[in-house]
T-cell receptor
Framework: DTEVTQTPKHLVMGMTNKKSLKCEQHMGHRAMYWYKQKAKKPPELMFVYSYEKLSINESVPSRFSPECPNSSLLNLHLHALQPEDSALYLC???????????FGPGTRLTVL | TQLLEQSPQFLSIQEGENLTVYCNSS?????LQWYRQEPGEGPVLLVT?????EVKKLKRLTFQFGDARKDSSLHITAAQPGDTGLYLC???????????FGKGTRLSVIA
């Protein structure tokens, strides 16, 4: 299995809603990442988890709350988002000792 | 701060033409990845190059890593409409250091 999966594929939420994005990989990778990508821009790093511990937070607003319940699963909890948070949210994983990251298909988030 | 300058930003060509995309930096990377991304989808890894001077071929795509490991190029021969997409280069270093992405090249191949 060489796949990173993400659910849901699309999400529309209001500014007062609470929702969660889910990412899963079964490649045994111990580093997992959340990226945000706006249209026509490269992905921007949000968070890095290494061995289920948060190792990098790129000064992301607290309305985004990551969670890594186990080595295969990564969640991103969303609360009180703003319309400018609308974007494609990408999850990626990386094998220990290698630099290449494998991306999931993304969640297209729209905040109304 | 490491930066990757990717050029050109946009490229629109006719089917059958050749093209080259460049990725340049003043910094050394331990590896460089090339990704292709279609609208609304995640980037798909095309290749990783790790050795200075390395050349890798993937069908009609040829990837090269500069001798000093500061730059890379992607050459597509006889482009096809299926090659249309956003091409991203990303430089990597050891450990959990985040990938450094270029700004991408948006390629459109017209039939």
């Amino acid at each position: 299995d060489t796949e990173v999966t993400q659910t849901p594929k699309h999400l529309v939420m209001g500014m007062t809603n609470k929702k969660s994005l889910k990412c899963e990989q079964h490649m045994g990778h111990r580093a997992m990442y959340w990226y945000k990508q706006k249209a026509k821009k490269p992905p921007e790093l949000m968070f890095v988890y290494s061995y289920e511990k948060l190792s990098i937070n790129e000064s992301v607003p607290s309305r985004f709350s990551p969670e890594c319940p186990n080595s295969s699963l990564l969640n991103l909890h969303l609360h009180a988002l703003q319309p400018e948070d609308s974007a494609l949210y990408l999850c990626a994983s990386r094998r220990e000792g290698y630099n290449e990251q494998f991306f999931g298909p993304g969640t297209r988030l729209t905040v109304l | 701060t490491q930066l990757l300058e990717q050029s050109p930003q946009f490229l629109s060509i006719q089917e059958g033409e050749n093209l080259t995309v460049y990725c340049n930096s003043s910094s050394v990377f331990s590896s460089l990845q090339w990704y292709r991304q279609e609208p609304g989808e995640g980037p798909v890894l095309l290749v990783t190059v790790v050795t200075g001077g390395e050349v890798k071929k993937l069908k009609r795509l040829t990837f090269q890593f500069g001798d000093a490991r500061k730059d890379s190029s992607l050459h597509i021969t006889a482009a096809q409409p299926g090659d249309t997409g956003l091409y991203l280069c990303a430089g990597g270093n050891s450990g959990n250091t985040p990938l450094v992405f270029g700004k991408g090249t948006r390629l459109s191949v017209i039939a």
